[in-house]
């Protein structure tokens, strides 16, 4: 059933596209709080905000086996027009060069999508593009202006790595490459005062600086003592080196007398099963308000970083002091001591010399409310400038546009359920059950619905599989990371949702032979990714029986060289997916009879394998 759709509206004075390697809701971290506070920007001086997702960040956090945190069905809410571009070449997170090159991030798919669009809308007057590594795409944009929110500088961002003695998982470049990358832009726009003289001194583009303008949640109060600290983080480099660091000096010595340290946000996560003495993992926090009106002082303790520490305008707009080194306090123009602590014992110092007086903490608190209120200040008149600059390039009058609105489609039931929808955001869905696989559409889709935030999304039911599990044909997917890691459903019905997919379009394909069995498993001898071999892989394996039979979960027993080539082909269409020899050991009772016929699913993290077994032709030794 669809939902009634709005009648045409009138757009607000033009439209800006704004183009984004990472979803705009939930704003569950740095780069999300600042992506949304800047079309609350443009949309606060009049302009209509189309909203691009280039699904970087979907296939990043499934590549690392966890669940991408996005709210499409929001972001439809908050935006004209929403599309969903999907990032068909693979990210490259490591590199063998000194530095990535400027469009190694970049990709085709999101050059096709603005070109297409700047045809289908050619009165949008402005097009933003978040982060010098996806500037390409400024190229394919006719007739409007190019901005680039540049976030971060990236050039030598890798040297902050070295006193940590460890390698960086996030994009860096050299000076020329971003030089090269903000010469595509007519506007460059830096988050503090520190990178904008930086900036223009890389490009004659026009930089201007945007900090955020946070709004007031919550007036301040000036705690009488210390008792719970917190921090709130995404799980990124900077924020895990920091607070770990943090979190370990705060837990030597401490006693519970004084305070507790408290940390929420994704930042559990990668924290991993961090256990110390006066600290607490809260993990993914849904009400900010109550966290920290339950807090006396927020800690920003952070050794590594640019750009702006949005954690730290966050706990400023609810109200609460922080207490922070003077990397946390950038493009603040901090003054207090408190704001600028040279490092995690600095900061530990401070607090402990303020925890138990009342006339420290009412200083601290009314520095911190002067700096919000300048830094807002500040924020104000840039969003003004930034306003003008865009109006002067519109000169458009204002036009019709049809209103969208999210729709929910059941498809023809099957097992598993399978719906069309927006809301990406449920893992259980209170009505169809755990999600299993999310539809991707490829270059073979019309455009418009190519683009659209809609897909098919297949969930497993409580309702027992039926004998003969009907495939869904060749689908292209991507599997949610709970097949691989959480396997919180039960055998018989991830056994049955893997039948259904039995025929979804794999990421790398082959034929193996059956070179060993026994009553409880099997050897194949095959060709597969190289990088199964490297390192521990989680993996999920399944054996099909043929010609719609069941699905039985295996034991992977080992994977190992094999010194001659089975002589088989090996077909993928990501060339990074080098094919290598190789023995798989499998087992699961009663499974040799089926084998030399059956179809096996090699399931990781983001990557689905299909080996058809071939009759054996005698033995191949290792």
């Known amino acids: 059933m669809r939902a009634e759709t709005p009648s045409s509206t009138l757009a607000?004075?033009?439209?800006?596209?704004?183009?984004?390697?990472?979803?705009?809701?939930?704003?569950?971290?740095?780069?999300?709080?600042?992506?949304?506070?800047?079309?609350?920007?443009?949309?606060?001086?009049?302009?209509?905000?189309?909203?691009?997702?280039?699904?970087?960040?979907?296939?990043?956090?499934?590549?690392?086996?966890?669940?991408?945190?996005?709210?499409?069905?929001?972001?439809?809410?908050?935006?004209?027009?929403?599309?969903?571009?999907?990032?068909?070449?693979?990210?490259?997170?490591?590199?063998?060069?000194?530095?990535?090159?400027?469009d190694e991030w970049g990709s085709a798919a999101l050059d096709r999508f603005v070109a297409w669009y700047a045809a289908e809308h050619p009165d949008t007057v402005a097009i933003l593009v978040n982060y010098v590594f996806l500037s390409r795409c400024l190229d394919y944009a006719q007739d409007m202006l190019k901005l680039i929110?540049?976030?971060?500088?990236?050039?030598?961002?890798?040297?902050?790595?070295?006193?940590?003695?460890?390698?960086?998982?996030?994009?860096?470049?050299?000076?020329?490459?971003?030089?090269?990358?903000?010469?595509?832009?007519?506007?460059?726009?830096?988050?503090?005062s520190e990178e904008a003289a930086y900036f223009s001194g890389l490009t004659d583009r026009r930089v201007l600086l945007l900090p955020p303008v946070f709004p007031v949640r919550a007036p301040f109060s000036a705690?009488?003592?210390?008792?719970?600290?917190?921090?709130?983080?995404?799980?990124?480099?900077?924020?895990?080196?920091?607070i770990s660091k943090f979190a370990h000096a705060w837990a030597a010595g401490w006693t519970p007398d004084k305070p507790e340290l408290r940390i929420a946000g994704e930042i559990c996560h990668a924290l991993g099963g961090l256990d110390l003495p006066g600290v607490m993992l809260l993990g993914y926090v849904d009400d900010l308000a109550t966290f920290y009106a339950e807090t006396d002082v927020i800690v920003a303790p952070m050794l590594m970083g640019s750009g702006l520490k949005m954690k730290v305008a966050e706990a400023l707009s609810y109200g609460v002091p922080v207490v922070g080194t003077a990397i946390g306090f950038e493009g603040f123009g901090a003054e207090a001591?408190?704001?600028?602590?040279?490092?995690?014992?600095?900061?530990?110092?401070?607090?402990?010399?303020?925890?138990?007086?009342?006339?420290a903490l009412a200083a601290l608190t009314e520095a911190c409310a002067t700096l919000f209120a300048r830094f807002n200040t500040i924020s104000q008149q840039a969003e003004a400038e930034l306003a003008d600059v865009i109006h002067a390039a519109s000169r458009k009058q204002p036009v019709a546009v049809a209103a969208t609105a999210a729709f929910v489609e059941p498809m023809a039931q099957s097992w598993p359920i399978g719906v069309r929808s927006a809301n990406s955001a449920l893992r259980d869905d209170p009505a169809h059950g755990?999600?299993?696989?999310?539809?991707?559409?490829?270059?073979?889709?019309?455009?418009?619905?190519?683009?659209?935030?809609?897909?098919?999304?297949?969930?497993?039911?409580?309702?027992?599989?039926?004998?003969?599990?009907?495939?869904?044909?060749?689908?292209?997917?991507?599997?949610?990371?709970?097949?691989?890691?959480?396997?919180?459903?039960?055998?018989?019905?991830?056994?049955?949702?893997?039948?259904?997919?039995?025929?979804?379009?794999?990421?790398?394909?082959?034929?193996?032979?059956?070179?060993g069995a026994s009553a409880n498993g099997f050897a194949l001898a095959l060709v597969l990714p190289s990088h199964l071999l490297t390192g521990v892989r989680a993996v999920v394996a399944f054996l099909v029986e043929p010609n719609g039979g069941r699905a039985h979960e295996l034991?992977?027993?080992?994977?190992?060289?094999?010194?001659?080539?089975?002589?088989?082909?090996?077909?993928?269409?990501?060339?990074?997916?080098?094919?290598?020899?190789?023995?798989?050991?499998?087992?699961?009772?009663?499974?040799?009879?089926?084998?030399?016929?059956?179809?096996?699913?090699?399931?990781?993290?983001?990557?689905?394998?299909?080996?058809?077994?071939?009759?054996a032709r005698g033995s191949i030794q290792p």
């Open 149 to 192: 929110d540049t976030h971060d500088r990236f050039a030598d961002r890798q040297l902050q790595y070295r006193p940590f003695r460890a390698e960086p998982n996030f994009y860096y470049t050299d000076r020329e490459s971003e030089a090269a990358a903000l010469d595509r832009a007519d506007v460059v726009l830096a988050i503090q």
């Open 337 to 359: 001591s408190a704001h600028r602590c040279a490092d995690v014992a600095a900061v530990k110092a401070a607090i402990l010399a303020l925890r138990s007086d009342p006339a």
């Open 223 to 242: 705690p009488r003592a210390i008792a719970r600290l917190g921090f709130v983080g995404h799980g990124n480099d900077p924020n895990l080196f920091s």
């Open 555 to 615: 034991t992977l027993d080992g994977i190992a060289p094999l010194g001659l080539p089975p002589g088989f082909a090996f077909e993928t269409q990501r060339p990074e997916l080098t094919p290598v020899p190789a023995v798989v050991s499998v087992s699961g009772i009663g499974l040799a009879p089926i084998a030399p016929n059956g179809t096996v699913l090699f399931l990781t993290d983001d990557l689905i394998g299909r080996i058809a077994i071939a009759p």
């Open 434 to 515: 755990q999600l299993l696989a999310t539809e991707r559409l490829g270059e073979e889709a019309a455009r418009a619905i190519r683009y659209a935030p809609e897909r098919r999304r297949w969930f497993a039911g409580s309702t027992p599989a039926p004998e003969m599990t009907p495939s869904l044909g060749p689908v292209a997917v991507a599997l949610s990371p709970e097949w691989v890691r959480g396997k919180r459903l039960p055998r018989v019905i991830r056994e049955a949702a893997a039948c259904a997919f039995r025929d979804a379009r794999p990421d790398w394909a082959t034929t193996a032979r059956c070179v």
């Open 12 to 102: 607000p004075i033009a439209t800006v596209l704004v183009v984004a390697p990472m979803p705009a809701a939930p704003a569950s971290a740095g780069n999300r709080k600042r992506l949304a506070l800047t079309c609350s920007t443009l949309q606060r001086a009049g302009f209509a905000v189309d909203f691009a997702y280039f699904a970087h960040e979907d296939q990043v956090y499934r590549r690392f086996g966890q669940h991408p945190p996005t709210d499409l069905a929001a972001m439809q809410a908050d935006f004209q027009r929403t599309f969903l571009i999907e990032a068909n070449e693979t990210i490259p997170l490591k590199t063998r060069s000194l530095t990535f090159g400027i």
